[in-house]
């Protein structure tokens, strides 16, 4: 499959990534992209942006982290509020920024755009990672296919510019799936084991859909560690350090939040009994979680609520799909149909060219060394694992506790979906019977296509007020 060992050209730094000209152009045009995004709109644009910027703000004013039941920060709507998880990672990064806007201007709207600097970076950050894993991975042209698609589709684009958990996640994902791709090439060692301890921690602070990540960070590490069929005593000893470094590193960083939330919560260090407890005595009558009309309280199937039914005439799967691709304010406001179009017709073509691609592997895995054929499915099971978590929360979300498709839910996918996409696109570029200066033609027009799409959606649908 399309995993390369040991590439030159990507390990010349700390974290075994050298850019190009090219590339740090375009990272930086995704910066000055994302930030235009993030000044455009008033507060509370964007999806729950009010109930998380109360956060931050509450620190910048107090410099302490708030307890989730404070009144001052309990939405009166939904009866809680996302203090009680202990998620702190971005809000303590934007308050970090308010303060640093507030030596020059205490003007409210300048806290906003400050506040949401941190998705900003976020987002520039994951550009920067995702050439790192499709050099890896994937050679250049592959990399550039995996970093533009990544950073390009219009709702990604629109978590960059907002005060989120669900970016900060998505850079978690990418810092791990970097420290993976390294660790296949060159085993575990210090430098991706910290990555990976790093991007553990991000997700660990940002957002639960995400931790399916975590999960399979656990077997990719033993997994790769045996693997390797270490012969000698001192080798395990490494592993052992390198692990429990790992486990010491994300302890460190995550332990005080989560002691925290048990001290506070009698033991509930998720952070989840007290929200529930508290929307049910605060909400809104028909917000409180035993009146909201999900599927489950209606005695509706799964099956039932997925496709179209008499409960939503438009099945959960399409709204999860246009809102995946893009859909601003409370997902109220929608892209053109030719865009989702576009988008539905690039998605079935990567899904074409990821079932040619296993088909190929299947019948040539008798022909891959035996450590790597095991490694490599190693690799792919954690994919899988890290694909399907968010799909499957998201599933039972919409099924059991509050009924809303967003595909927003699902982005902590999203650095492993472009994965398999970018696989599926260079396996039907690889079947071309065309010179490689064509196919880099097509490459680059494809690319510029998916560009200017976000381009329109930017001047055209998100900036006019």
């Known amino acids: 499959m399309c995993l390369k060992k040991n590439d030159r050209t990507a390990r010349n730094t700390s974290i075994g990534l050298k850019l190009e000209k090219g590339e740090i152009f375009y990272i930086l045009f995704c910066f000055l992209l994302y930030f235009i995004w993030s000044i455009a709109k008033e507060l509370n644009y964007a999806p729950d942006e009010e109930m998380r910027y109360l956060i931050p703000e509450y620190i910048f004013h107090t410099g302490q ?10 939405n009166d709507l939904w009866g809680f509020s996302y203090a009680f998880y202990p998620n702190f990672w971005g809000p303590l990064l934007s308050a970090a920024c308010m303060k640093v ?14 506040a949401r600097f941190p998705s900003v970076l976020c987002g520039t950050a994951i550009v920067f990672f995702a050439f790192g894993i499709g050099k890896r991975a994937f050679g250049k042209r592959g990399a550039w296919i995996y970093t533009v698609l990544l950073s390009m589709i219009p709702q990604f684009v629109f978590l960059t510019s907002y005060v989120n958990n669900d970016i900060i996640c998505i850079l978690g994902s990418v810092v791990i799936l970097f420290s993976w791709v390294s660790a296949f090439g060159d085993r575990w060692n210090i430098k991706n084991g910290l990555l990976l301890a790093v991007g553990i921690i991000i997700i660990a602070l940002s957002y639960y859909n995400g931790y ?11 997994g790769f560690w045996l693997c390797e069929e270490y012969k000698e005593k001192k080798e395990h000893l490494r592993m052992m350090k390198i692990g ?20 506070l919560y009698d033991g509930d260090f998720l952070g989840m009994e007290i929200l529930n407890e508290y929307s049910e005595k605060y909400a809104d009558p028909e917000w409180k979680p035993s009146a909201r009309n999900t599927p489950k309280n209606l005695g509706l199937s799964v099956f039932e609520m ?15 799909f246009d809102t995946f691709v893009g859909a601003f304010g409370y ?20 899904f074409m060219g990821v079932l040619g691609n296993l088909r190929d592997w ?11 054929r095991k490694k490599t499915l190693l690799f792919y099971g954690g994919m899988i694992i890290s694909f399907l978590t968010p799909i499957i929360l998201c599933i039972y979300y919409s099924y059991a506790v509050d009924y809303q498709p967003q595909g927003r839910y699902c982005y902590p996918m999203i650095a492993a979906f472009f994965w398999f996409g970018t696989q599926g696109l260079l396996w039907l570029l690889k079947k071309m019977k065309l010179s490689e200066s064509f196919k880099t ?12 799409v976000t381009l329109f959606v930017t001047w055209k649908i998100y900036l006019p007020s």
């Open 101 to 114: 806007v507030s030596l020059f201007t205490m003007d409210s709207s300048m806290l906003v755009i400050a």
């Open 212 to 222: 399916g990540w975590i999960l399979a960070s656990m077997i990719l590490f033993v």
């Open 441 to 452: 033609i097509i490459t680059v027009l494809f690319l510029v296509i998916v560009v200017s």
């Open 362 to 372: 299947v019948k040539m895995r008798k022909e891959v060394r035996n450590k790597t």
């Open 65 to 74: 982290l708030p307890d989730g039941r404070l009144p001052e920060i309990r």
């Open 306 to 320: 997925l496709l179209p039914t008499s409960f939503s005439h438009t099945s959960w799967i399409i709204k999860v």
């Open 331 to 350: 997902a109220n406001v929608f892209l053109p149909n030719w865009i989702y179009g576009l988008y539905g017709i690039l998605f079935v073509v990567m």
């Open 244 to 263: 429990l470094l790992i486990s010491v590193v994300v302890l460190v960083g995550i332990g005080y939040f989560f002691i925290r939330n048990a001290v």
